[in-house]
């Protein structure tokens, strides 16, 4: 009874450095997402894919970058990291695009 | 403004009262509407997930939505200690682009 799993749950990185947040789905979803959750905002959307091998932009994909090789797993990838991607990071899926979505745990990422 | 309004609380109340959740949208073309729970370090999980107008009902939780006035609300009956929590609502019009609110922290206290 998994569900959507992300790994780690918590990291430390120093400016300029990079890192793969991962998350795993174990529900045969083809929608999978990416968020950031940042104090008083709502969850804001970084990269979206609806199936193996097709991603695209979300609200704020600047600085990030994602792939999705298989339905099961959707990576996202920080490249030089910067103090305003500190934010606690949500991995979601849905069955369809018009199903509720199901979020993992969270990464909360500090970048200092 | 922001496409979806909700008052960042937080919300206190004793054990057992009825508590009410709201939001506001501005979007017209928003058709789907959910509540989501968020305990404090995990992530959001689904409450309630309606389509267009009305209420749906789920043990002590109502969902209730009024689209000629942009607005929806959750009620949690004999409220609990263990319903301390940040609630979002969440709505889209269809497909998969969803518009979350900030949350609200609630409190119940024994």
């Known amino acids: 009874n998994a569900g959507v799993t992300q790994t780690p749950k918590f990291r430390i990185l120093k400016i300029g450095q990079s890192m793969t947040l991962q998350c795993a789905q174990d529900?045969?979803?083809?929608?999978m997402y990416w968020y950031r959750q940042d104090p008083g905002m709502g969850l804001k959307l970084i990269y979206y894919?609806?199936?193996?091998?097709?991603?695209d932009k979300g609200e704020v994909p600047n600085g990030y970058n994602v792939s999705r090789s298989t339905t099961e797993d959707f990576p996202l990838r920080l490249e030089l990291a910067a103090p305003s991607q500190t934010s606690v990071y949500f991995c979601?899926?849905?069955?369809?695009?018009?199903?509720?979505?199901?979020f993992g745990d969270g990464t909360r990422l500090s970048i200092l | 403004q922001k496409e979806v309004e909700q008052d960042p609380g937080p919300l206190s109340v004793p054990e057992g009262a009825i508590v009410s959740l709201n939001c506001t949208y501005s979007?017209?073309?928003?058709?789907?509407f959910m509540w989501y729970r968020q305990y404090s370090r995990k992530g959001p999980e689904l409450l309630m997930y309606?389509?267009?107008?009305g209420n749906k009902e789920d043990g002590r939780f109502t969902a209730q939505v009024d689209k000629s006035s942009k607005y929806i609300s959750l009620f949690i009956r004999d409220s609990q200690p263990s319903d301390s929590a940040t609630y979002l609502c969440?709505?889209?019009?269809?497909?998969?682009?969803?518009?979350f609110g900030a949350g609200t922290r609630l409190f119940v206290k024994a």
């Open positions: 979601a899926s849905s069955g369809q695009g018009d199903g509720p979505q199901h």
């Open positions: 529900m045969n979803h083809n929608y």
């Open positions: 894919s609806v199936g193996a091998g097709i991603t």
């Open positions: 979007n017209s073309a928003f058709q789907y």
């Open positions: 309606t389509y267009s107008s």
């Open positions: 969440a709505m889209k019009a269809g497909g998969f682009k969803t518009i």
